[in-house]
């Protein structure tokens, strides 16, 4: 997906060029659709499948909070349903109050991302729920506790055997893994812009077109492209300024820099994805921006070297509230879990 | 409510006298019928009115954990819809992992009981919800702190207007409390009990109607009886002998008498409603007992002074079972609610 995305972001370049003649909405339309595409029903894959009883079974253990250290945190601790799939704070709180050291992405279109976590280092949804089953800060329990726990709520078993018919010890947390990203990839949210990018122009506003233009025009568009409108490649924060000027952030993150070591990937992080921005305040990777607006304007002077006006903020912002989609119903709407409480030695 | 119960447990000695006659089910959903009364639709009183704006308002608030103060507990996190309005953990864990006392009951069909939390010392749900939104356990915020943070989330301010039209100050921690309750007030569970005392004798199973008469027969009605199945009530926990030695409780509570301060109330407890007791383990104040079996047995114990046969255990978890109504849609879908981040001084 990287490759794709920089392919598209050179065809950027060009359209940029000519964007003055794109007069019309036909014009624009045929622009958009060369750098941004639609959203699949789901986003499964070859390795990765969507079937039925995996995501049955994932979408309950993504609402469990029995299987972490205090039974009191599950995926949807940061990625509330009421809250698009985030935790509206700058970052996360995980178990016994643990900091988790960047803000939680919406987990709504998750899977459209080429890496996860803000610095790359989680190749796929089935890793991020791997590492985050047995990570002290979000499970605070070892890879056999978090399995002996779930062995201990009845009702799962069959779950896991209807999920993993093949596996003669269904119960693992790879399996978890496995079942909760399946479920993950279910949660996609068409928008207002995919009815756009599938011919009706008349589902964004006339100020959010004019977003649109100027998304593509300033330059937006070269990172934030394809079907996530970003999540397709690493950039750097900061290409103009120091990013921290700018946001104001208490503590300078090197990035991406930390995980590979290497002095290029120096404050680069995944360009985020921007579908369902309007609902996922605070912004960045450490939640420094707490409004849209403001975000758009940071953005602007640190990556582009350019001061937006205020009608070409009110314009973009108009432009990626066209990107919010309906919360999917078997997110919005919670599961009944297995019943059986946990009682640990330390309750 | 409390007379209520009082006069129907009265009654109910009468019917154990005569339990012997009740051969066949007719007599025996008569006898339930003086013991017991359906669900309503919803659970408004002349000084709690159930309006459709502080309905709606109130939904939002109940899953917002934005005006706590780490913005990671919202009323949901104790009373979980997955976990049918309760957080399967013996006792709760609050704001900064502060631990509180007693186990969180659920806040389904919550508003039927005459007195709130299990030692009576919250008059109604709204006395229950404003001491939350205040209490160092589950907000940590100051009263002027809560409403601030409220009022910075813009798209609070019509829904409070629309739900109290004729305040002219309407964000107050008690109008909070007062939306919140009025939506728990909403949150009944119509079940095939109900279903059955409405005269559908089929809506239970031979083996759940074996249970209902032994129930009765056995005492257990005279305090789990009305329309909550209990809930209507104070009662000392451990008539027969100490709770304690058959729950293996780690510390005595002495329960309502640390509120009263009177020693008649020594080891009392509000008789907690039985509806959907079967979803909400553990069980007691304390949480101390993992299963619905074992807690039949207990009950039998410590309050009647009879053990219980396994196939009476068997027969009344059956009638207990049919207690369970579906979650109501409002409650197991959540509300989107207004975006805004919060961005703290300690984030």
Redesign the interface.
């Known amino acids: 997906m990287a490759d794709t995305c920089l392919i598209v972001a050179s065809a950027v370049a060009v359209l940029v060029a000519s964007a003055a003649l794109a007069a019309d909405d036909t014009a624009l339309l045929a622009e958009a659709r060369q750098v941004f595409q639609p959203l699949p029903k789901d986003i499964s894959t070859a390795e990765a499948p969507v079937t039925k009883a995996g995501v049955m079974l994932g979408r ?1 253990l993504f ?4 299987v972490t250290v ?3 945190v599950s995926c949807a ?1 940061c990625h ?5 799939g985030t ?5 996360s ?1 995980g178990v ?2 643990r900091p988790h050291p960047r803000n939680a992405p919406t987990i709504l279109n998750a899977a459209l991302a080429f890496v996860n976590h803000w610095r790359g280092d989680r190749e796929s949804l089935e890793d991020q729920a791997e590492q985050a089953l047995k990570s002290p800060i979000t499970s605070g329990l070892e890879e056999r506790d978090v399995v002996d726990r779930l062995a201990r709520i009845g009702g799962y078993a069959p779950l896991f055997e209807a999920a993993f018919p093949n596996d003669a010890q269904p119960i693992t947390v790879k399996t978890m893994a496995a079942a909760i990203a399946a479920y993950e990839r279910t949660l996609v949210t068409p928008s207002p812009f995919d009815a756009y990018l599938a011919g009706d122009v008349a589902a964004l506003s006339p100020t959010a077109r004019a977003g649109l233009q100027t998304f593509i025009k300033t330059g937006c568009a070269a990172c934030h492209c394809g079907v996530g409108i970003g999540g397709g490649m690493y950039q750097k924060f900061g290409i103009v300024e120091d990013y921290w000027t700018a946001t104001g952030s208490r503590t300078i993150d090197k990035g991406r820099a930390d995980v590979t070591k290497d002095p290029a990937d120096l404050y680069v992080f995944r360009v985020p994805s921007l579908r369902n921005v ?6 960045f990777h450490d ?2 921006v ?2 849209l607006p403001d975000a758009v304007r940071v953005m602007g002077r640190v990556q582009l070297g350019t001061k937006l006006s205020d009608p070409e903020v009110n314009d973009i912002v108009a432009f990626l509230e066209s990107l919010t989609g309906d ?1 999917p ?1 078997e997110f ?6 297995p ?5 640990t030695a330390q ?1």
């Open positions: 309950r609402f469990d909070p029995r205090d039974s009191n601790t509330q349903p009421a809250l698009y935790d509206a704070r700058p970052t709180i016994k109050q309007a609902m996922t305040a605070p912004y939640g420094s707490a409004t919360l119903p919005a709407a919670v599961p009944v879990l019943p059986a409480a946990v009682i309750h």
